[in-house]
């Protein structure tokens, strides 16, 4: 199978072409795609000899061409590039693991040209989700989630009657701050945020896991991939981070799915679907773990979990408003320009001031994105006065 991994010098992309490696007698890497670390894609050229490869920022696509000789590759530069990329013949199957809205344009050209997609990105279901549903239905294409709580969902709903659905358990290992008191939050620093106990991933899901944003955005996602009313999605929080979610029927009964803590299952389930392969990836040890244990989240010391649940209730414009206010929120405290504290504070204010668009096409999804960045950015200065 011919593959497209988009987003390949980042944690997920990465990840997956560790898998298609330990399965290169069934895999091919057909195409690989950067914003712009030209380091870590040049390896990957050279190990896996793609014939296309796509760089968004114009310089690092030029610098690459003076470094490497790229004969028998084709190469694609900027947004436009990657959306013609992904709708080469030879691809099967596109993972999307670029991190952020700007999946959302490559990941609809990637369905209307029919191929399978292993999705990484949430942020795309976020913003679009029944606009980018309704297109997967329509192709007769099949989205297979990589994210783990989502892949676990699927996994436990694979033969049920989904009508029979009572409720699904999203747990949550609680992210960096579980255990830190709301009053410290303030001065928490970006090292701090970064430091997740359990998971290894890029930057701006690590600052998502630490606000709790990041279980808010897959309430969405979960809604969009399985059809499922916000009320019926439930968090946990749950350290030990081994059972990736639940599913709870209506004659009681809860199917959970549980593996350990890496990444790399989930990404070798959504390329392997619906065949299941051996590797050597350790077990779950059930003596050395003891204890699986559950508690509330907490949504005053994590308001973002509050907003998330709002936006899904209001649905419209208003998911593609939330995500854009996130995403500039988080990229300012990255860059040291935006407390910790603020970051609920600049989205809340920006879906305030939004005037919601039901059944929003694409157009209107891009117009609110862009609409709410602007609006984030004042939200920010604002609050620094
Ligand atoms: N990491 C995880 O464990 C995990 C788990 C579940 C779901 N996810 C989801 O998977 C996605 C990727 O996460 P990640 O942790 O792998 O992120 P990451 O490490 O930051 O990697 C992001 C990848 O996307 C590329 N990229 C960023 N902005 C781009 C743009 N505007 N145009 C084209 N390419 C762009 C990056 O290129 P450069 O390297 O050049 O910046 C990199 O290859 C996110 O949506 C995340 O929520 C991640």
Redesign the pocket.
Same mark, same amino acid.
């Given at each position: 199978m011919m593959i497209a991994v988009l987003?390949? *010098? @980042?944690?997920? @992309?990465r990840n997956t072409l560790g898998v298609i490696r330990d399965f290169s007698d069934k895999f091919n890497v057909t195409a690989l #795609? *950067?914003?712009?670390?030209i380091d $870590?894609l040049s390896q990957q050229i050279k190990l896996f000899h793609p014939a296309l490869i796509c760089i968004?920022d114009k310089n690092s696509a030029l610098d690459l061409k003076s470094r490497l000789n790229l004969k028998n590759i084709k190469l694609f530069v900027g947004e436009e590039g990657?959306e013609e990329m992904v709708q080469d013949k030879r691809i099967d199957k596109v993972v999307l &693991?670029? #991190? @952020?809205a700007? &999946?959302l344009l490559p990941l609809l050209k990637a369905i209307e040209s029919g191929k399978d997609i292993a999705l &990484?990105?949430?942020?795309a279901l976020v913003m679009a989700g029944h606009i980018i549903m309704q297109k997967a239905t329509h192709k007769k294409i099949t989205i297979i989630p $990589?994210? #783990?709580e989502q892949s676990g969902i699927w996994q436990c709903l694979s033969s049920e009657d989904k009508n029979k659905l009572k409720n699904i358990y999203l747990t949550a290992s609680g992210g960096p701050l579980h255990k830190i008191s709301r009053k410290y939050f303030k001065n928490i620093s970006v090292s701090q945020v970064l430091k997740h106990p359990r998971?290894k991933? @890029?930057?701006?899901?690590s600052v998502d896991s630490a606000t709790l944003m990041n279980k808010g955005l897959e309430v969405l996602e979960t809604m969009h991939l399985f059809g499922v009313e916000p009320d019926k999605i439930k968090i946990l929080i749950h350290p030990e981070a081994l059972i990736h979610s639940m599913v709870e029927f209506t004659d009681g009964v809860i199917l959970a799915q549980l593996s350990i803590t890496d990444?790399r299952i989930p990404i070798q389930y959504a390329l392997t679907y619906p065949e299941r392969l051996a590797n050597k990836l350790p077990n779950i040890d059930f003596l050395s773990v003891k204890k699986l244990s559950f508690q509330e989240p907490d949504f005053k010391r994590f308001p973002c979990l509050g907003l998330a649940y709002r936006v899904a209730q209001d649905e419209g414009t208003m998911p593609a408003v939330l995500n854009a206010a996130n995403e500039v929120s988080v990229s300012e405290f990255l860059k040291n320009g935006l407390d910790f504290v603020s970051i609920p504070r600049v989205i809340e204010r920006v879906l305030n001031r939004h005037r919601n668009k039901i059944a929003p096409d694409l157009d209107d999804v891009l117009e609110a994105d862009s609409w709410a960045r602007r609006e984030a950015y004042q939200a920010m200065q604002k609050l620094r006065h």
């Open positions: 987003g390949s *010098t @980042g944690s997920i @992309g #795609s *950067t914003n712009s670390n $870590i968004r990657l &693991a670029i #991190s @952020g700007s &999946a &990484a990105n949430k942020e $990589i994210d #783990s998971w991933m @890029g930057v701006k899901i990444m």
